[in-house]
């Protein structure tokens, strides 16, 4: 990877082809004209099988943003099923006891 080349692509491209604050996270709380970045890019491409140039290109970033989805798609589904029905917490509730004077 030329990451010289990397950085003032990513740093150019900032406005132009992508938002920063539209990519997912860790993407977006970094600055793109950074060698970490790049490197961010890089192994996200060779993890994806895209040309791995560190290089956020429409390419890139259109894998980037399906797979984000993805993950929290499955995200979504993994809580939904973790959270209980209200119907069956209201049965399995205890009931509370009544304090009787005698």
């Given at each position: 990877?030329d990451t010289?080349?990397?950085?003032?692509y990513?740093?150019?491209?900032?406005?132009?082809?992508?938002?920063?604050?539209?990519?997912?996270?860790?993407?977006?709380?970094?600055?793109?004209g950074?060698?970490?970045?790049?490197?961010?890019?890089?192994?996200?491409?060779?993890?994806?099988?895209?040309?791995?140039d560190?290089?956020?290109?429409p390419?890139?970033?259109?894998?980037?943003?399906?797979?984000?989805?993805?993950a929290?798609?499955?995200e979504?589904?993994?809580?939904k099923?973790?959270?209980?029905?209200?119907?069956a917490?209201?049965?399995?509730?205890?009931?509370?006891?009544t304090?009787?004077?005698?």
């Amino acid at each position: 990877m030329d990451t010289a080349k990397a950085i003032r692509y990513n740093a150019a491209a900032r406005g132009v082809n992508f938002k920063l604050l539209e990519l997912p996270a860790p993407y977006k709380t970094n600055e793109p004209g950074t060698k970490r970045f790049a490197e961010m890019v890089y192994i996200f491409q060779v993890l994806e099988k895209l040309t791995p140039d560190g290089m956020l290109g429409p390419i890139t970033l259109a894998a980037l943003k399906a797979s984000d989805l993805a993950a929290g798609m499955k995200e979504a589904k993994a809580a939904k099923k973790a959270t209980p029905k209200k119907a069956a917490a209201k049965k399995s509730a205890p009931k509370k006891a009544t304090a009787s004077s005698s």
